[in-house]
């Protein structure tokens, strides 16, 4: 049996039962992709605009920070793609498109709506959950998907370092092995990335570009959380994690070599980013959505709330621009396509599934730099909502990151809940206290320990990029002037995170003025007191003694 289909150009093409296209002579519609394409020569684009020019994308975790960037990215540097499909599930009442309206309302996306204001017919919304068998996709919608899509971005992934097994292992395990399922499926597919991360092999110091063996195999990991009940689950993930510091680095782990097992034949490639924060250059400056890793630790400080974090600064802080890395994982997707088909997959054995690191150690940052430019340009742009001057550092030793969090952030906030009670209000800092220390605890096998990254792979890509790639999807780490970008990265944690628009700057500056001095004056108080004691105290003795 036969349908017929009327694709975007305005052409009837006829397709099987199984969704493949049966013709082999179109010449508006390319007959591997069965979707139009713009004339990439009158265009004038570069090899990777040519690659998306006339595809059609499947995008996971596209309400996401790297979702985000990557839509964005590709509906405003490769306006010849066809159509993005994107996986959303149904949250707090809000059906998929309501969801789609809302993603779009993000400043992120203004410079896209003044390029091309037109640009939402090409988004198609896809009801669907990463966390159910099968990504919760109706069947109508998977075989749409199966018939249109060419390139596959799997970035869905929970990315909490202490999520329950039992949500973790459904959302990064068994969906990548349900979206390599339906890249099976695809009949034109070229490139399908599954985005990793730089800490999945964490127990390793040296992490090569390969897929290492998995702490657990997929199908077991898979099946045991689902047999099992949530709190025999939970008793037993210490030992399920072994030398893996957490949840999120285990599972990314085993769904590296889920998805090579499950590769075979099909154009398949690892993406493996380092600690992903704000962009750099585009499309703004400093546009960041979270609070993870080193940004929560900048807000936080930054808010006067936190005083201290255990950490070795000399150690190299692995942190790249979002935007660079949204363009390394663009171009690693051409890359994939674009790679000869292996000597083993010929012989019919498994496939050599590439793996690239993206880091930034080629232009290294340590953590105490990482520090002193956010102090500096933290300090240029106070927010007005700090409830205390700044006063942060790292501390490379537990016994004096202990003292520092008893009596510069417990004391102070019993103290102050106290206060709060006896002014009969609920008490909070001890609460906000309570959620910042299980965040550092998370951060502190990060911060303590040095990865050295192979990234030949990943470099072998860029060599291979025309100079006018190089420039639209720029991802040269050796580029980024670090100075120049922490003043940006302050500067956007104060208007997207902490919602302080610039124009109460001055406000901001008188306050901390303000609280400059109170900080100062506290100072003099607590050490002219504790001079006070030892003196007593030498008297006492003395006293005794004579």
Wanted: proline share 6%.
């Amino acid at each position: 049996m036969v349908e017929v289909l009327l694709e975007p150009c305005g052409q009837e093409v006829a397709v099987p039962e199984n969704g493949c296209n049966l013709s082999e002579n179109m010449t508006e519609c390319s007959p591997q992709d069965n979707r139009c394409h713009t004339n990439s020569e009158q265009l004038n684009l570069s090899p990777i605009q040519t690659f998306y020019n006339g595809q059609s994308i499947f995008v996971t975790g596209g309400t996401g920070f790297m979702g985000k960037l990557l839509i964005e990215k590709l509906l405003r540097e490769c306006p010849g793609i066809s159509f993005i499909y994107l996986l959303v599930r149904p949250k707090k009442g809000k059906d998929v498109h309501q969801r789609i309206e809302e993603l779009f309302d993000d400043p992120l996306f203004s410079k896209l709506k003044e390029m091309q204001p037109k640009f939402r017919h090409q988004i198609v919304a896809i009801a669907g959950d990463c966390s159910l068998p099968v990504l919760g996709m109706s069947p109508t919608d998977r075989a749409m998907v199966a018939q249109q899509v060419s390139v596959v971005f799997h970035v869905a992934a929970t990315v909490r370092f202490d999520e329950k097994m039992k949500l973790a292992v459904p959302i990064n395990v068994r969906s990548p092995k349900d979206i390599i399922d339906l890249c099976k499926e695809m009949c034109y597919l070229k490139s399908f990335v599954h985005v990793s991360t730089a800490y999945a092999n964490c127990p390793y110091n040296y992490v090569e570009e390969r897929v290492y063996d998995p702490p657990m195999e997929a199908e077991k990991l898979v099946t045991l959380v689902e047999c099992l009940d949530e709190k025999l689950v939970d008793e037993i993930t210490p030992r399920l994690l072994g030398a893996w510091p957490n949840t999120y680095t285990f599972t990314k782990a085993v769904a590296e070599s889920a998805v090579k097992n499950g590769a075979g034949d099909l154009p398949v490639g690892i993406f493996r980013p380092g600690i992903v924060i704000s962009t750099y250059k585009e499309p703004i400056q400093g546009w960041i959505d979270n609070l993870y890793g080193p940004t929560g630790v900048a807000a936080g400080a930054g808010s006067g709330i936190l005083r201290s974090i255990h950490c070795d600064g000399s150690m190299i802080a692995n942190v790249v621009p979002g935007d660079l890395t949204i363009n390394a994982l663009i171009a690693c997707a051409w890359d994939v396509a674009n790679r000869p088909r292996s000597t083993a997959i010929q012989e019919g054995k498994s496939n050599d599934v590439p793996v690239y690191n993206y880091v930034s150690q080629d232009n290294p940052i340590t953590y105490d730099q990482l520090k002193v430019m956010s102090e500096k340009y933290g300090l240029e742009f106070p927010t007005g909502k700090a409830i205390w001057y700044y006063s942060f550092r790292n501390n490379k030793h537990k016994i004096v990151h202990f003292f520092y969090v008893y009596f510069l952030h417990l004391l102070p906030a019993l103290l102050l809940d106290a206060a709060t009670l006896c002014l009969g209000k609920e008490p909070r800092m001890l609460k906000i206290y309570k959620k910042i220390h299980k965040f550092m605890n998370v951060l502190n096998y990060f911060t303590t320990k040095e990865w050295t990254f192979t990234n030949d792979t990943f470099k072998a890509v860029m060599n291979k990029l025309s100079p006018e790639d190089r420039e639209n999807f720029a991802c040269d780490v050796t580029q980024i002037d670090w100075d120049h970008y922490f003043r940006t990265y302050m500067r956007g944690i104060r208007i997207y995170l902490i919602k302080d628009p610039l124009d109460t700057l001055p406000q901001a500056r008188i306050k901390w003025q303000r609280l400059y001095w109170i900080h100062q004056a506290l100072k003099l108080i607590l050490a002219y007191g504790l001079l006070r004691i030892c003196w007593l105290s030498i008297y006492r003795i003395s006293r005794l003694y004579a």
